[in-house]
């Protein structure tokens, strides 16, 4: 079981159009593709979703219990306010690596907090789309390490 879970949530459909100066100009199709060929090389699969709606995150995250060895989450603004995605993180056995473009901490006070930091395996914040990279490239080492 060789494959990634990308989970992203509300907004990042928008992602190189939504607020460049701190997302940037990249699209989310550009980040799955550059994942895609750095797991590639490692021969891992990676599945995308991206949904605005919490219950689908939540369905997701469900079904990737015996269906991948590791899911990179964006959770957007879920971040800071679902506990029923820290519960649903909680429930599975799969590692998540929670992924933030921007430096949450460096933004509005409402930002600063994640209720989900504490029930991932880590949380790589404000490198940008870099940060899902190396989201990838932690999980494609754990793969050789095996």
Known sequence: MNSILLLNGPNL?????????????????????KLQNILKAYNVNIDSFQSNHEGELIDKIHQADDNYMGIIFNPGAYTHTSIALRDAISSIDVPVVEVHISNVHARESFRHHSLLAAVCEGQIVGLGTKGYELAAEYFASKIQER
Do not use: D, F, H, M
């Open 13 to 33: 459909n928008r992602l190189g159009k939504r607020e460049p100066g701190i997302y940037g100009s990249e699209t989310l199709e550009n980040v799955e593709a």
